[in-house]
């Protein structure tokens, strides 16, 4: 991983045209292309990026990175005050908690209580930002990309949201839509989510262990 610490304004054009006027932010390129640019706050969100795989061009005064799709960003590099270079090695990826674990478990062989119609393509499906936890196909041919929590939070709609971002370059997947799956959505997380075209849906882990009645809830 490569982390620069500059004197910087980025400009982004694509499906859209965002800025970022001149300030000190943190650079980091990781090993698989991604780019990413932080600023001392806003938790681990990134004021903009470009997801692998891409092209990054060093120039003397600028870097541009670019995709496939010809979406552009370029960082304007005004003063350099760090640069780093870090080879993390191979990440054993987040383990998930027991029931975690296991509620996805159940989920990937049963998929029709999720929505009717779903079919398993496979489990933890490996990305540039981590293991999507179950990809399905629902009956129109889209690729249902479901994230799977204990208690659905704003967080796991980020999670989520990212991962949509990153598979949308990979063309073999087709059109894609996305669901979060809990035992419990907090209702902030479900605005976000619904705001977003995402589908939320609640399960009973206990039901799906066969413990109680086969009642589904389902929101979307």
Known sequence: MRLVVARCSVVYTG???TRLAEATRLIM??????????????AYKPLNWMNAPNELLELADRWEVRNKKGEV?????LEIISDSAHDLGTDPGLEKDGVE???QELLAEMPHVMEDGLTLL?????????PVDILCRDPQGRTVVIEVKRRGEIDGVEQLTRYL???ANDPTLGELRGMF???????????????RGIVCVE?????LRGNKADDWTLFS
Not at 181 to 195: D, F, G, Y
């Open 101 to 103: 674990a296991h509620l």
């Open 15 to 17: 499906r859209l045209e």
């Open 122 to 130: 496979r489990r933890e499906h490996y990305t540039a930002l981590g």
């Open 165 to 167: 971002a990153d598979l």
């Open 29 to 42: 390129v990781k090993a698989d292309g991604c780019v990413a640019i932080h600023a001392d706050g806003g």
């Open 203 to 207: 399960v009973d882990y206990d039901e």
């Open 73 to 77: 960003m370029t960082i304007h590099l």
């Open 181 to 195: 799956v809990a035992q419990s959505i907090k209702p902030q997380a479900r605005t976000l989510a619904e705001s």
